[in-house]
Every structure is written in structure tokens, then in C-alpha cells.
């Protein structure tokens, strides 16, 4: 078995593995190790050194199957100082995931910074939690998940990391290993049973103040607020941290369901 989510088949063209297995669907990939591929891409695309990757925001087309995914890169927007990209994975045809991300040039405000939101708890004061037990997939398989004391159904403080990297073989940017894990955030502080509710997220949309540290073994964490509506929509609001601290903010919003029961 590889010890990696993909493997590359040619220049714009990767096999993924058991481990980029979803949670929602047999046959399907989980969007994070997806996310992270995109993110793979627009950061190797005609690189700026002097442009930080601000923001990336992910539309989810339909399922991605769990087969060769290829990618393709443009510039939408060139600039001095702004630039827009966009990135589209594709399974048998078909577009599946649309990435568009900011660059923006990088200026030293330290003189000014301030309003960071609240820290995480440390590690070692929160427990080993047991994804496998509400999710099935080979990506919940691969990540470790430590959550913190007094969290609750639909909000709380988690660290995610993972062993693996995301290509075979293949080293990507801490910035791209840190987003191949954002879109986990949806189901660490679940507000509903996944058993008896479907709540997929359609999009999902980063934006970063710092660039992040990221990569296998290093951590990913998760300070989440789950906000469920009245009509079938829901949101995940959460806050990003590295392991230096907070880098950003993801939002997800789903569409809600009761799970369809067999027989």
C-alpha cells in the first residue's frame, strides 16, 4: 500500500489512493486530499515569491470519484500586486472542483498587527478522539484527531494531523500541505449524527492572514462553530491555526438532509 493520498500518472494527471477515500459515498474522494492537490497546483503556477496566497475558495461540482483526477492551471487575473488563479480538477471528463485564489503582495505591517482571535488549548491537554467510530473512509483512517476539553455537539477546539504526504514521492509547500487538511473541519465538532443526518459541505473558502507551516506530522488546529438553519442549510465557521498559532478562517456551508433509510 502507498503511504501517500496520490500518486502522479503524468505531467497534469494523479491516481488517488485508499487513502483519499470520502466519507460520504463509496467510490468517492474526500475533499480534503482534493483541496490540497489544487492547492498543489496554484502554488507551482507561475510562482511570485513576493505574492502570499491570501485566499483560496473551493466550488464543489458534484461526488469526485475515487479515480485519476487531472488538473489544470491558469492565471485569471495577472497583476503587480494582485493576482488571481484558478484550478479545476476533473475525473473522466467532467470538472468536479473549482479553485480560485488571491495573491496579494507581501508588506511588512508588523508595527500594526493585532486581533488575532483566542488561542488553542494545548495538546497535551486535550484527548486522543477516535474519528473511525463516527466516519468511515480511508481519509479518516489516516489522520490523527485530538480534541479539547468542553467541547460539545456543534462547537469546540480540535487538532488534526496527518502521516502521509500528499504525492508520492513529491514534496509540496507547507502552505499546500496545511490546506490538504482545512476541509476536515466539517466533521470534528459534528452537530448532527451522521447516521441519521447527511450534511456535505458545497464549497469551502480559506482566507489567510499568515502564511501557515504546514505538512506531514505537523498539526492542524481547529476552532469550530457548526450553525445548522431552519430550510436545510448549514454553515461551519471556523478558525485556522498551525502550530505557532492562528493563520486564517474557513467556512463551509452545507446542505442538510435526513439520511435516506435502506429498506
Not at 163 to 180: N, Q
Amino acid at each position: 500500500m502507498t503511504s501517500a493520498y496520490y500518486q502522479r500518472l503524468d505531467v497534469d494527471r494523479f491516481q488517488p489512493t485508499s487513502h483519499a477515500h470520502g466519507a460520504w459515498n463509496e467510490g468517492e474522494q474526500h475533499m480534503a486530499p482534493v483541496s490540497g492537490l489544487l492547492a498543489h497546483a496554484l502554488t507551482r503556477h507561475e510562482p511570485r515569491p513576493d505574492l502570499a496566497l491570501a485566499r483560496v475558495t473551493y466550488e464543489i461540482l458534484g461526488l469526485i470519484p475515487l479515480a485519476p483526477t487531472a488538473v489544470r492551471v491558469r492565471t485569471v487575473r495577472p497583476g503587480r500586486t494582485i493576482e488571481l488563479l484558478e484550478a479545476v480538477a476533473s475525473v473522466e471528463g467532467r470538472d468536479v472542483v473549482r479553485a480560485q485564489a488571491w495573491r496579494l503582495a507581501t508588506q511588512e505591517t508588523a508595527a500594526v498587527a493585532g486581533g488575532l482571535p483566542r488561542a488553542m488549548p494545548p495538546r497535551e491537554r486535550c484527548a486522543p478522539l477516535a474519528a473511525s467510530e463516527t466516519w468511515a473512509g480511508g481519509y479518516i483512517d489516516s489522520i490523527e484527531v485530538l480534541r479539547a476539553a468542553g467541547s460539545v455537539p456543534g462547537e469546540g477546539q480540535a487538532w488534526v494531523r496527518t502521516p502521509l504526504p500528499l504525492l508520492e514521492g513529491e514534496p509540496v509547500s507547507p502552505v499546500t500541505a496545511f490546506l490538504g487538511l482545512v476541509d476536515t473541519a466539517n466533521g470534528m465538532n459534528i452537530r448532527l449524527d451522521p447516521r441519521q443526518w447527511a450534511f456535505p459541505n458545497i464549497d469551502l473558502s480559506i482566507h489567510l492572514y499568515r502564511a501557515p507551516e504546514g505538512g506531514p506530522g505537523r498539526w492542524l488546529g481547529l476552532d469550530t462553530l457548526v450553525t445548522i438553519g431552519a430550510a436545510g442549510v448549514g454553515l461551519t465557521s471556523t478558525t485556522l491555526h498551525d502550530e505557532a498559532g492562528p493563520v486564517g478562517r474557513a467556512e463551509q456551508i452545507l446542505t442538510v438532509r435526513p439520511m435516506t433509510r435502506k429498506g
